[in-house]
Every structure is written in structure tokens, then in C-alpha cells.
């Protein structure tokens, strides 16, 4: 589902919590116009500012529906990609009127979340680290099929994250020992392993892989 246009309202039946005043207030409405205004043209300064500034509409929406750090930071990503996505439709005019548009976003991108994690029916970063199999074990048809289109998955990643991918997601390598083998921080595998998911997440084949792997466990033997 797409999230709705600038300022529209969701027609989900669970609406959003009204913004709490300090949410807005300290905010000169002329600044935004120009920041709104500045961010219509591409400038990233502008972009910049509105998260540092509203980040925390954002983050106060996401986080009275998501507990996961994983979910709160793919949400918020998707909710600020949206905006400058979008901002060619963004009316510096009304700029009283983008702390609420934001939450909606916000919101609605929290839906879409949960909508897919329920189509889904399992958690990426948990699932597909548990399809690698040990020497004693014989692998399943399932197993096959995911671990191929993993490999024309992993074909198509820039160098660095196709390390990383398989160190972590196929190997099953924890953060300090694929840090120390390509040479990078804690926190940039874990920014890894979030762009990693979302891409795999957009990858129909692997997902669908992924799927049918995941529905045959539910079945069991």
C-alpha cells in the first residue's frame, strides 16, 4: 500500500495519536516555509534540518507501535525516503501543516510495516540464518532453491556487503567476528545488516524462496 499523498489523512481505523504541543512549538513557521521551500529544489542541507528538527514526530510515532530497534529504524528510514521522494509536493504555504502530514506518513508507514510482517509470516534476519545447514545434515530441496537465489542475489551486491552478507546471514558470523575479517565497526554491521534486509526484503525471488522454506518447517516432516 502506498503511503498517503502530503497532508491527506490514512483511512486505516487506527488512527494516529494527536501530536503533543512540544512537538510544534518552538518552530518559527517562516523557517520552515524556507526549509520546505529550499527541500522542493533537492537541497540536502534543507533535508538535513527537517530530520534533525522533526526527527523526533518520527520517532515518537514509530515507537508507540514497533519495540524492535530493527523495525523503529526501518520505518523511520522509509518515512524520511518518502518525504524527499516526494517533495516536489510538499507546499511551503502550509507549512503549519507538515508536523501532521509527518505523522501520518509516520503512521502509515507503521501500518505497511505490520502488514507485511503478517504476509511475511517470519522475520528475515531470523529466518534466513537458520537455512544454513551443518556437514551432518542433508540439505533440503527448499534449502537448495534459497541458497541459489541467494548466490544471483548476492551477485548483484557491491563487494563489501556481499562479504558481509555471507559472513553474517550464510556463515552465521557474529558482528565482532565479520568485523574483524573485513575490517569495520560494530555499528557499521549493524548498518549493513539493516540495508542488507531491506534489500532482501524488495527481492521477490528470494523472498518467495524464503517463503516456502519457512512453510514447510510449519508443516514439519
Given at each position: 500500500?502506498?503511503?498517503?499523498?502530503?497532508?491527506?489523512?490514512?483511512?486505516?481505523?487506527?488512527?494516529?495519536?494527536?501530536?503533543?504541543?512540544?512537538?510544534?512549538?518552538?518552530?518559527?513557521?517562516?523557517?520552515?516555509?524556507?526549509?520546505?521551500?529550499?527541500?522542493?529544489?533537492?537541497?540536502?542541507?534543507?533535508?538535513l534540518w527537517l530530520m534533525e528538527t522533526y526527527g523526533h514526530v518520527v520517532r515518537g510515532v514509530v515507537?508507540?507501535?514497533?519495540?524492535?530497534?530493527?523495525?523503529?529504524?526501518?520505518?523511520?528510514?522509509?518515512?524520511?525516503?518518502?518525504?524527499?521522494?516526494?517533495?516536489?509536493?510538499?507546499?511551503?504555504?502550509?507549512?503549519?501543516?507538515?508536523?501532521?502530514?509527518?505523522?501520518?506518513?509516520?503512521?502509515?508507514?507503521?501500518?505497511?510495516?505490520?502488514?507485511?510482517?503478517?504476509?511475511?509470516?517470519?522475520?528475515?534476519?531470523?529466518?534466513?540464518?537458520?537455512?544454513?545447514?551443518?556437514?551432518?545434515?542433508?540439505?533440503?530441496?527448499?534449502?537448495?532453491?534459497?541458497?541459489?537465489?541467494?548466490?544471483?542475489?548476492?551477485?548483484?551486491?557491491?563487494?563489501?556487503?556481499?562479504?558481509?552478507?555471507?559472513?553474517?546471514?550464510?556463515?552465521?558470523?557474529?558482528?565482532?567476528?565479520?568485523?574483524?575479517?573485513?575490517?569495520i565497526g560494530k555499528l557499521r554491521c549493524k548498518y549493513l545488516k539493516r540495508v542488507l534486509a531491506m534489500?532482501?526484503?524488495?527481492?521477490?525471488?528470494?523472498?518467495?524462496?524464503?517463503?516456502?522454506?519457512?512453510?514447510?518447517?510449519?508443516?514439519?516432516?
Amino acid at each position: 500500500m502506498a503511503a498517503p499523498g502530503p497532508f491527506e489523512r490514512p483511512d486505516d481505523d487506527d488512527e494516529p495519536l494527536p501530536l503533543d504541543e512540544g512537538d510544534v512549538a518552538g518552530k518559527p513557521p517562516d523557517e520552515l516555509a524556507a526549509r520546505l521551500e529550499a527541500l522542493r529544489s533537492g537541497d540536502k542541507d534543507a533535508f538535513l534540518w527537517l530530520m534533525e528538527t522533526y526527527g523526533h514526530v518520527v520517532r515518537g510515532v514509530v515507537a508507540r507501535r514497533f519495540q524492535g530497534p530493527f523495525d523503529r529504524e526501518e520505518v523511520e528510514q522509509e518515512v524520511w525516503v518518502h518525504i524527499f521522494q516526494h517533495r516536489h509536493l510538499v507546499d511551503p504555504a502550509r507549512a503549519a501543516s507538515f508536523p501532521g502530514w509527518l505523522s501520518t506518513v509516520s503512521f502509515r508507514k507503521c501500518v505497511d510495516l505490520r502488514r507485511r510482517r503478517r504476509e511475511e509470516g517470519f522475520t528475515f534476519t531470523q529466518d534466513f540464518s537458520q537455512v544454513v545447514q551443518s556437514p551432518e545434515q542433508e540439505p533440503t530441496t527448499q534449502n537448495r532453491e534459497l541458497l541459489q537465489v541467494a548466490a544471483e542475489f548476492m551477485r548483484r551486491l557491491p563487494q563489501q556487503q556481499r562479504e558481509f552478507f555471507e559472513m553474517h546471514f550464510l556463515q552465521g558470523l557474529d558482528y565482532a567476528e565479520v568485523g574483524q575479517r573485513l575490517g569495520i565497526g560494530k555499528l557499521r554491521c549493524k548498518y549493513l545488516k539493516r540495508v542488507l534486509a531491506m534489500r532482501a526484503r524488495r527481492n521477490r525471488p528470494l523472498m518467495e524462496a524464503l517463503g516456502r522454506l519457512a512453510s514447510t518447517r510449519k508443516e514439519g516432516p
